[in-house]
């Protein structure tokens, strides 16, 4: 796969220090901001950790540890501090509502990142089942992500155990098109009926 090029913006060296002036610095957040969600977007990353370090990514055969990081430029020398990452991650959670905390009591699981809404992932999944004559049918994860056999879009090949939850209770059970089933004694999903 070919390295993701990253835009002009990301070897200008003030990117990389927070700005004072608010104005530049809404600029400044909405630049990093982009720049995560195409990222995750190119190398389907769903999930990164709270320093924006790469946590899951779709495709199975990408070597994680090998993907250039996205608050650093090696070639300029520069990187992104903690406490602005952090209000990086902030931006896309709370203002521009594309990226929300695995689990809001505890941040350091990671976030998912929203380069695609919930709604548009639900839509795929819905049709997915539909079209694939499957409605009314209890279906596990497996069947959701992996298998290889059921005409699964590639849009929906390995997705996040964490993102399909989201779009099933935010998204799918709300619009009463879902209703998930758990596995005994856990909190797994067991099976998912979409009706």
Known sequence: METFEFPKIHSFPPLYTKQPNATVLQQQ???WCSIILSYCEYYKVSTISTTGTIVYSQFEE???DTLP???ENKQINRAVDDEFKS???KHLIHKLNK???INTKIPDQGILVYWKSLADWATILYDFVENSGQLGTVLTIYELT????SGLPESLKNLDYNLLVKVLKN???KQGKAQILMQEGTDQ???VKIV
């Open 62 to 64: 990408l070597k994680i």
């Open 189 to 191: 999903i067991g099976g």
């Open 171 to 173: 998204i799918l059970i």
């Open 87 to 89: 209000d990086i991650i």
């Open 69 to 71: 990081p996205i608050f």
């Open 99 to 101: 990226a929300e905390y």
């Open 29 to 31: 957040l909405d630049s």
């Open 146 to 149: 992996k298998s290889e056999d």
